[in-house]
């Protein structure tokens, strides 16, 4: 198609070369099938833009990264023990973090309201836990808000991931 188009342009500039209208149309044309293709080339760009954020997962990081990071906010170490205590108590409203995931994360959670079943969040019972940065995020801030009233400290986003993490399928905690 392209070709064609090409060769009827030709045709325009040998049969018209003295007609300046001739010459602008084409011009106007070529401009019109560029542009086109142009047109064409975001669609396709903005389709895959919004079929990439469908799957609403970018691995751009991992557990140990976003444990680390933590733990440089909060300056100390995360600490397992302290974190499964944490993350089964109950902080004065209706629901510990338990209440939707389970009071062991290395299975399927089901939340509490809606009987949704939640992925495990123990990294190595679920390899996309923890991994992207914003849902982690995100996560953090809703659910620290729902059971704590508040947002989780460093110190206790540092606790509960060296929890997590900690988890081993040979054991509770190696
Ligand atoms: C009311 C239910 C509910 C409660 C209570 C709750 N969570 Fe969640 N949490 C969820 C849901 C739903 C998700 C998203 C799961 C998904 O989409 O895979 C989630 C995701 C997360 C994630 C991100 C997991 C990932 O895949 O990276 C973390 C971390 C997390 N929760 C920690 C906590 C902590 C810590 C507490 C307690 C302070 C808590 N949650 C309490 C429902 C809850």
Partial sequence: MNRR????????????????????????????GCMNQWIEKAALA??????????????????????Q????QAGQAGDAARGQVFFNASHGGRWSCASCHGPHP??????????RTIAPLAPAFNARALTD???VNKWFKRNCSDVLARECSASEKADVLAYLIGLRPTGVRP
């Fill in 106 to 115: 290395t299975g399927e959670g089901k939340h509490a309201t809606t009987g």
């Fill in 5 to 32: 188009f090409r060769q009827r342009s030709r045709g325009h500039l040998h049969n018209g070369r003295k007609s300046t209208a001739g010459l602008r149309l084409k011009g106007l044309a070529v401009k019109k």
């Fill in 46 to 67: 903005v389709g895959l833009f919004v079929l990439g954020g469908q799957a609403a997962w970018s691995a751009d990081t991992t557990p140990a990264l976003q444990l």
């Fill in 133 to 135: 940065e914003a849902k």
């Fill in 69 to 72: 990071h933590w733990q440089t």
